[in-house]
């Protein structure tokens, strides 16, 4: 073959995976929509919250999975989110879509007030700086009790559809959420694809070979940093809409470290990895709580390290190599 | 008037100096090479060039101050380091590493003919252009590496150990390749190289470094004549 005929066949053959990818997004979507009319409002419930787990694994992953960071703290960025909205909510009276906003910005906020000194730190220390702010922030919240309702948390009302929706609560919590989630993906992905997105990389890969090409490692890490928790945050603030109530008791560490497995687990690095993630996150505790009641700490470890074990680069890699096994026997035959 | 001016520059890792007050400079689109033993200074130096490392002194290029610049705003100014041991982005495509190295360019004018100008100089890359990078020869790694310096449109190209790790034939096509593009596009070169031999092979001048010091300094021709110095310094007969 000629090497132009070589191009124009990769290029038609790229065109028509990226028409397959189309319709394959346009059918989950559709599958997305059509689910919660089908599913009892528990199911709806726990679907909404696995979008929810998937926009702040989605944030965790730019941090980590894209730029190379670690962070042990991103509870906190999820708790500060969800108590903006709830604060927002109690208090002042605000209406529902204006905390989402507030919610994002206090979390970028205070993602870019760790992002600096983080700049400075690598590896097992940044771990440390970022697991520490998930460990002071739960007697924070108990602290002001005025403010946060301390350890009794903040209990509010859940938002309600509007009529010519004609949806249950479930649904349109569903759907808020879901709208929310797809438009954190697009941008991030679009993000990711542009000239930002390969400094992240660069900077993940080797970072002085990224700095010496021009790219200020300082001003990428924080801003990755910020964006990250921001995502976090707003996930956060959904998690206010959908529970209706937060004590500082559900954002203790475990649930940084559950993140951070759940995206491990789930795909370090990969576009599908959050959303896998935060199935994972979302199901195989109350899995694990039917096949052994004692002990569904051990089942949830054990099934942790099997995923590692069987796919290193985690569900989204073992899919992904599924799919190639799937494609190669096809053509065989 | 020199492009690059190198004045008493000191520099080194914390408390200890590397460079003891180096001074060089290099004419525009000249190739400068750097020679000495292990452990003189040669990366160090490169690395003060690019800001990599901080030093004092001074280090002017085009007549633009660079020392106490951080290396992304000297990358800005045109100094493109390909440093030891490459920098491949090994999970990024090879085109996404070419991308990256117009990364510091605003706009998009000129990317595509850049990419297409670098394809002219290494031909083995274009077939490769959507394999991850990791997945290449050390030949073609470091070929992908002066590729993507070059996507900088570099006044200064500074190369640390091209031939590291390669194997003889493919150094000698590296250094040609080298010697194209500096007549070419008319780029100011400074190279790092145990293989003395072949940097001199290409360079107009060159300069021996002995403990983070200059010892001696000469057109390449005159370098290569010095039979003491090949012996003492370049640890081969000429």
Redesign the interface.
Known sequence: MSEAAEARASGSRWRVAANRRWIIMALLLALTCYAPFQLVPFRVFQFTMVLIYAVALLGLNLLVGHTGQISLGHGAYFAVGAYTAAILLHSWHVPYPATLPAAAVAAFALGLAFGVPAVRLRGLYLALVTLAIAIFLVPLLKRFESVTGGSMGLTLAKPVPPAWTGLAEDQWLYFLTLAVAVVAFLVTRSVLRS?VG??L??IR??E??????????SFYKTLSFAWSAMLAGIAGCLYTWVIGYVSPDSFVVTLSITLLAGLVVGGLGSYWGPLLGGLFVMFVPSISQSVNDAAPGVVFGLLIIAVMYVAPTGLAGLAGRAAYSIKKTLRKE | MSELVVTDLVAGYGDAKVLHGLSLTVGPGEICAILGPNGAGKTTLLRALSGMVRGRGSVRLGGTELTGRSPDAIARRGVAHVPEGRGTFMPLTVEENLRLGAYVRRGRTGVEADLDRIYTYFPALKPRLRQAAGSLSGGEQQMLAIGRALMLRPRLLLLDEPSLGLAPLVTRELFRIVRAINEQERTTVVVVEQNAHLALGIAQQAHVLETGRIVLSGTAERIRADEQVAQSYLGYRV
């Open positions: 000239r390969r400094a990389h660069a890969d080797n002085a070979a990224a700095e010496v090409m021009g790219v200020r490692l």
